[in-house]
């Protein structure tokens, strides 16, 4: 019944706009729950006064005091250039929500080379950051740009290799593949992810995506108490809040749901007996794990020098990155797999 309502092309017309419109909402709530995690972590209450319950207006508030605040572009700005940054970065993270699937029908549009497009996806927010730091004419904003376009080229490779190597073990480059990939091992009812096969390539990638959210341990780019946010240090109101804070959220809970569906199985229920509860829970539900770690990364692990960033992803996270390639190599020659 259920999956009938969601085969009806209306259905999934109304639920891929109501995608799209939640996405803002969504980085307010994923704000508000950073700042109580991170708050928790720290033995610290966190927001408790905006709204009454818990603080839950905090980031709402937040918002408005960016929206209310004055846009100033800087006077030997690229004033033209310097406008279309928070469309770019915009536009880079909601791109990749077109081919996560919400079920076998449901997704905006499944793509047969899904992954490689939403690994391009994630990166056109990078080209915004180059764009803010050349035309703010501000030397530290150069420099966080600089820095922003080293640490994608060197996190970027692990990232696609990681990638591939459940591709390899889907043999599918779709993201629906993938999931139903997933649902062919089985024991006792359960259906089992890649993610037992891929445990090192979820490390891999679990650290990739941060270092290209220049999240903490990785945010050298936009280190405040050097460079002022990096790149958007002249950004102010509703540009940097577009720019920096609404872009980063919509990408980490893309790349969480993305995660979630090469690793976790996505859509897919964790036993064929609740096959009737709706894969959007399911996705939803292992991309809130997904984003739980990557919160709790932020608030674990210190700030890494640019040597110490680069040092990581050259020397260790690429040549695991090959060893894993070559060991599900040899696990999809063995006959069980």
């Given at each position: 019944?259920?999956?009938?309502?969601?085969?009806?092309?209306?259905?999934?017309?109304?639920?891929?706009?109501?995608?799209?419109?939640?996405?803002?909402?969504?980085?307010?709530?994923?704000?508000?729950?950073?700042?109580?995690?991170?708050?928790?972590?720290?033995?610290?209450?966190?927001?408790?006064?905006?709204?009454?319950?818990?603080?839950?207006?905090?980031?709402?508030?937040?918002?408005?005091?960016?929206?209310?605040?004055?846009?100033?572009?800087?006077?030997?700005?690229?004033?033209?250039?310097?406008?279309?940054?928070?469309?770019?970065?915009?536009?880079?993270?909601?791109?990749?929500?077109?081919?996560?699937?919400?079920?076998?029908?449901?997704?905006?549009?499944?793509?047969?080379?899904?992954?490689?497009?939403?690994?391009?996806?994630?990166?056109?927010?990078?080209?915004?950051?180059?764009?803010?730091?050349?035309?703010?004419?501000?030397?530290?904003?150069?420099?966080?740009?600089?820095?922003?376009?080293?640490?994608?080229?060197?996190?970027?490779?692990?990232?696609v290799l990681a990638a591939a190597a459940v591709a390899m073990m889907a043999g599918s480059l779709s993201l629906v593949d993938i999931v139903e990939g997933q649902k062919e091992l089985q024991l006792f009812g359960f259906y089992i992810p890649y993610l037992p096969f891929q445990i090192i390539g979820f490390f891999i990638f679990l650290t990739a995506a941060t270092a290209e959210m220049t999240r903490p341990p990785f945010d050298m780019p936009v280190a405040e108490a050097e460079l002022i946010t990096g790149a958007f240090t002249e950004y102010t109101g509703i540009r940097f809040a577009f720019s920096l804070f609404a872009a980063e959220y919509i990408t980490m809970i893309g790349l969480s749901a993305f995660g979630a569906t090469m690793f976790l199985g996505g859509y897919a229920p964790l036993h064929r007996g609740l096959d009737f509860v709706p894969g959007i829970v399911w996705l939803l539900g292992k991309t809130a794990t997904i984003l739980f770690l990557l919160i709790w990364i932020r608030w674990t692990f210190p700030r890494l020098r640019e040597d110490q960033l680069q040092k990581f992803a050259w020397k260790v996270l690429i040549p695991l990155s090959l060893v894993n390639i070559f060991v599900t190599g040899a696990l999809k020659l063995t006959p069980w797999i």
């Amino acid at each position: 019944m259920i999956a009938d309502i969601l085969a009806n092309g209306y259905v999934q017309l109304g639920l891929k706009l109501g995608v799209l419109m939640i996405l803002l909402p969504a980085t307010l709530a994923l704000g508000w729950v950073e700042l109580k995690i991170g708050a928790h972590m720290q033995a610290r209450m966190g927001p408790m006064y905006p709204g009454g319950f818990h603080g839950w207006a905090q980031t709402l508030a937040d918002g408005i005091k960016f929206v209310l605040k004055e846009n100033i572009i800087p006077k030997n700005a690229d004033k033209s250039v310097f406008s279309m940054v928070p469309y770019v970065t915009m536009l880079g993270a909601a791109l990749i929500y077109v081919v996560i699937p919400a079920g076998e029908n449901i997704v905006i549009e499944n793509l047969e080379v899904g992954v490689f497009y939403v690994l391009a996806a994630s990166s056109i927010g990078v080209i915004g950051v180059l764009m803010a730091g050349w035309a703010s004419a501000n030397k530290y904003s150069m420099m966080g740009a600089l820095r922003a376009a080293a640490q994608l080229i060197a996190y970027e490779l692990p990232l696609v290799l990681a990638a591939a190597a459940v591709a390899m073990m889907a043999g599918s480059l779709s993201l629906v593949d993938i999931v139903e990939g997933q649902k062919e091992l089985q024991l006792f009812g359960f259906y089992i992810p890649y993610l037992p096969f891929q445990i090192i390539g979820f490390f891999i990638f679990l650290t990739a995506a941060t270092a290209e959210m220049t999240r903490p341990p990785f945010d050298m780019p936009v280190a405040e108490a050097e460079l002022i946010t990096g790149a958007f240090t002249e950004y102010t109101g509703i540009r940097f809040a577009f720019s920096l804070f609404a872009a980063e959220y919509i990408t980490m809970i893309g790349l969480s749901a993305f995660g979630a569906t090469m690793f976790l199985g996505g859509y897919a229920p964790l036993h064929r007996g609740l096959d009737f509860v709706p894969g959007i829970v399911w996705l939803l539900g292992k991309t809130a794990t997904i984003l739980f770690l990557l919160i709790w990364i932020r608030w674990t692990f210190p700030r890494l020098r640019e040597d110490q960033l680069q040092k990581f992803a050259w020397k260790v996270l690429i040549p695991l990155s090959l060893v894993n390639i070559f060991v599900t190599g040899a696990l999809k020659l063995t006959p069980w797999i």
